[in-house]
C-alpha cells in the first residue's frame, strides 16, 4: 500500500460485540499469531449490502483443517455481531458453536464446538451483522455528492471488521465471494463477475469467479452507483496468452475523468512482465478512484484502489498530481507480482512488499516516462528516510512484531523509502541482469505462496554466484537500524592514493544513540583523475578499511557516494568537504544531491555552522536540474525556523532565498504556459511555496495575492471562481490570501468546500485554509476539521497547520489537548502512531518533549501504534533542542 498521505487514525475505545457474553479465555489463547493447528483451505463470503444503510449482514464459510483434537478454535473479528455459528464435520453432522470475543480491542475471537472433535476437515459458517465502519477500515461507508457507497480497505488487520476470518498473511486460501445489493447499485470485486440473479424485494445476488489464493487483506469489493468505464484491453504477450480488460471505475458522474490514467497502464502491465518474466496473474484489473480513503493506494489484486485525485486526471490538472498518479499505479500494479502473487509470510517482512514496490515503480517510471527522473527520486526518497533513520527509536526494515501497533505503525519510511535505496544499492553491486534473475527465480519459486527475507537474499545471493558474505551484508541493513555514516581520509601511501574509511552509526548532535556499528556497504567512489574522474567499488563490511584509487590525479577530489546510490552518509574533513564542493559541476545529478545531503548530515552532526551550510550549498540552486536546485530548501528552512532569532536575521535569509531563486521564478511566470514541461511546472509549484509562503517576499506575494482574489470572486451562481488561479498555484494562491484577507477568506473556503466535490480543488482549499496565522481564524479551521463536511482522510492537512513559532506550536498544542477526544472518537484506530507527531511534530525545545510526554504518559498505550510515535516525536524534538542550542545566529550576519 502506498502511504501518500495517511490519515490520522487512532484506536477506537469500545469493544465489539459477539453473540454470547465474553466467557473465560481459553489457557492457549494467542498473543500474537493465530496457532497453525487450524488452516484456513478456502472461504465463502456472502454479503447483504446497501450503502444508504448503517450496517450490513453477512455469511462468512470458512472450509478448514483441524490437525489436531480440540474444543474450540481461534480466528479474528471486530464489532461483529454474530446470530449464528454452524460447524460441518467431516460426517456431516452439524455442530452449534459458540462465538466469544476474548480480546475485542485486538479483535481476537475463540469459536467453541461444544465438545472435542478429532483432527479433520470442518466447514465453520458464522453468520452475522455489522456497522458500515465510519473509519475507512474494513468496509466502510463514504459520500460522493450525497451519495453513499461502500468500500474495503483490510490491509493491514482491518479484514475483521468486515468479516471473521484468519486475519494474517500466511494463511492464504482462494475466495469465492457474493454480493446481494440493491438492484439500482453496482458491485465489484477482485474478479470477474459470473452471475446475476434476482435476490426479491429489490435485490440482486451478483456472483463473482473464485480468487487465486489470496490473505484475508487483499480481499476487496465495493457497492455503489459507481460508474464502470472500459479501458483499452492490455494486449497478450509471451508470459499471457489472453488480453487482459481494463476499467475505471469511480463515482458517479466521474468516469470521464478515468481516460488518462487507463491509457497509461497497458505500458505499465507490459515493463513489469518483461521484467519478472510472469505475465499479469489476475483475470481483470479494475482501478477504482475512492471518494475518501486511508491510504494513498492499495493493491488489492483486481481491484486496485486509490485516492480519488491520483485517478482523476483532466488536461489542466496540477503536474504533480499527473505524476502521482502515474507513480503510484506502478507502485501498486508493481505490488501484483511483489505483495500479491508472492506474499510476506508475517508484517516483519512487509519490505517485501513494499521496499520492492517502490523500487520496481521507480525501475517502470524510469523506462516509460525516463523526463520524470525516478533515478533522483529514488536518492531523494532515501534521503528523506535516513532522517528518520537517525533516530534511536527508529524502526529496523525487519522490525520484530510485538502487537498490533508494531504492524500499524510499519507503513513508513523505513519499510518503503530505505528498503528501496538498500535494494537499488544491493542491485547496483551485482548488476541488474543478475539482480534479475535472482528476482525471476524468487516469483517463481513462491508465486501464489508466501515468502521470507531469507528467500529473497538466498535467490538473489545464488544468481550472482555470491556466499554468505554477500548475504549477510545486505542482511545488515534489514537486521539493524540506523544509517552507516563512513569517515574518508585521502592520502598518498608508496606512491599510490589511498583512501581510508571508517565507518559507525550516523548520529545526530545531541543523540544518545551508540555509534558503535557495522554494516556490509557496497561502497563506490568517484575520484578525479588527469582526464576525468573514475568509480571504483568495494565492499567495507569492516569497521575499517582501505581502497586504492587506482588512476587519482595527485591531489585528488572524492565523492565517497558514486552515482548517490549508496544508503549510508559520509564524511570528510571540512576542507575536503569544501574542495568537493568546487568539484560540484563534475558530478551528476544523483552526486550532487549526495553531496547536498552530506552537507545537511554535518550540519547536524555539529560539524558545519550555518554560514558554511548556506555557501556550500549555494553553487547547486543554479542547477537546470529541478530536485538539485532545490535540494537546499531542506538545510534553508531549518536554518531559517531555528536559528534566526531577529528581523535583521530572517531578512538576510530571505536575500540569500531571494538571490538564489527569485530570477527563476520570474523567468518561470506565474502561470503555466502552452506545452511547457511538467517540471516547469513542478519547479514554479515549488518556488512559489517557498517565496511566498517560507520567507514571504513582498513581490511573490502580490503576484500570488492577485490569483488568490481572482479565485475568491464569487461567479453568478455564488460559488467560487477557483479556476481563476493557475491549477498548480491554487493551493499556494488561497494560503496567501488566508494571510492577507483573513476571515473574509477563511469564511468563504470553509463555505466552499462542502459544495465542492472535486478531489484537487477540495485539495487547494484545504491547502489554503492550512495556512492561517492568525490565532482565532487558526482555531476555526481546525474546529472545522472535526465537522463531517471534512473526509476523515482530509482532517490531518487542516490540522497540522503552521507550525513556524513557538507560538503557532502552543496554540496548535492547547487546542489538540482540548480536543483529543474528539480526534480519537472520529478517526478510529488505523495510525495512532501519527497522533503524537500531529499533536506536537515541529517542536524544538526541552519543555515541548516533557509535556508531550506527560500528556500520552497515561494515554499511549490506548492508542495503537503511539508508544512508538511518542518516542520518535519526542526524540526529534530534543534534538531539534540541541542543534539549535548550539548555534552562533550572529554567523548568518557575516
Known sequence: MRRLVRPLVLTALAACCGAAMAAPAASDQPQGKLPRWAMPESYQ????????????????????????????????????????????DAAGKVHEGKYVDVAPKEGVVRIDFGSQLAPQELSLAITYSAPLNQQLQGLYKVSHEGQPYAMTQMEPISARFAFPGFDEPSFKTPFDIRLTVPNDEVGIANTKQVKEEGAGDGWKTLTFARTQPLPTYLVAF?????????????????????PTELRGIAAK???????????????????????????????????????????????????????????????????????????????????????DTVTMGWWDDLWLNEAFATWMQQKVTQKVHP??????????????????????????????????????????????QKGAAVLGMFEGYVGESTFQKGMRSYIQQHKFGNATADDLVASIAKAADKGQDFQQAFKSFLNQPGVPYVQTQVSQEGGKTVLHLT?????????????????????????????????????????????VLAGASNPTWVMPNANGSGYYRFAMAKDDLAKLGQQVGKLDDAE?????????????????????????????????????????????????????????????????????????????????KPGEADTDSLLRDTLAAQLALGVKLPEVRTELLKQGDAALKRKPDGRLDLAAADPDLLGIALGVAVQERGKSAVDALIAELPQTSDPAMRNAILGGLSEVEDPALATQVRDFALVKQVKVGEMASLLRGVRDTRAQRDASWDWSVANYDKIVERTGSFAGGQLPNLMAGGGCSKDEADRLQAFFKTRAKDVTGAERGLAQTSESTLLCAALAAKQDASVILR
Not at 463470503?45 to 464459510?61: A, E, H, M, N, S
Not at 518474466?277 to 481483470?284: E, Q, S
Request: with cysteine; glycine share 8%; proline share 5%.
Open 45 to 88: 463470503l456472502d454479503f447483504k449490502v446497501d450503502p444508504r444503510q448503517q450496517d450490513f449482514t453477512g455469511t462468512t464459510t470458512i472450509k478448514l483443517k483441524l490437525e489436531k483434537a480440540t474444543d474450540h478454535l481461534w480466528l479474528h473479528g471486530r464489532e461483529l455481531k454474530v446470530s449464528k455459528v454452524a460447524i460441518t
Open 222 to 242: 465495493g457497492v455503489g452507483p459507481w460508474d464502470v468505464v472500459k479501458g483499452p484491453d492490455i494486449s497478450s504477450t509471451q508470459y499471457r496468452a489472453q
Open 253 to 339: 458522474g466521474e468516469g470521464h475523468r478515468m481516460q488518462h490514467v487507463l491509457s497509461e497502464t497497458p505500458s505499465i502491465i507490459h515493463t513489469l512482465e518483461d521484467y519478472y518474466g510472469f505475465g499479469y496473474p489476475w483475470d481483470k484489473l479494475d482501478l477504482l478512484a475512492a471518494p475518501d480513503f486511508s491510504a494513498g493506494a492499495m493493491e488489492n489484486p483486481g481491484l486496485v484502489t486509490f485516492r480519488d485525485w491520483l485517478l482523476l486526471i483532466d488536461p489542466d490538472s496540477p503536474a504533480n498530481y499527473v505524476r502521482g498518479s502515474f507513480n503510484v499505479t506502478a507502485h501498486e500494479l508493481a505490488h501484483q507480482w511483489t505483495g
Open 371 to 416: 523526463e520524470y527522473r525516478a533515478d533522483l527520486d529514488r536518492v531523494r526518497g532515501a534521503q528523506g528516510a535516513m532522517n528518520g533513520d537517525s533516530l534511536v527509536t527508529t524502526r529496523k526494515i525487519r522490525q520484530p512484531i510485538t502487537g498490533n501497533g508494531d504492524i500499524e505503525t510499519a507503513f513508513d519510511g523505513i519499510t518503503y
Open 503 to 547: 565507518q559507525g552509526r550516523y548520529l545526530p548532535l545531541g543523540s544518545a544513540g551508540d555509534a558503535k556499528s557495522v554494516w556490509g556497504v557496497p561502497m563506490c567512489v568517484r575520484y578525479g583523475t588527469a582526464d576525468g574522474s573514475k568509480v571504483s567499488c568495494e565492499l567495507l563490511d569492516k569497521a575499517q578499511g582501505t581502497m
Open 592 to 672: 550532487q544531491l549526495a553531496y547536498a545531503d552530506a552537507v545537511y548530515a554535518s550540519f547536524k552532526h555539529g560539524d558545519l555552522d550555518a554560514a558554511d551550510v548556506l555557501a556550500a550549498l549555494k553553487p547547486l540552486t543554479s542547477s537546470k536540474t529541478r530536485e538539485v536546485a532545490t535540494a537546499p530548501l531542506n538545510s534553508f528552512n531549518w536554518i531559517y525556523q531555528n536559528v534566526a532569532q531577529t528581523d535583521a536575521q530572517r531578512a538576510k535569509l530571505a536575500e540569500w532565498a531571494k538571490a538564489a531563486y527569485l530570477p527563476r521564478m520570474q523567468q518561470l511566470g506565474y502561470h503555466r
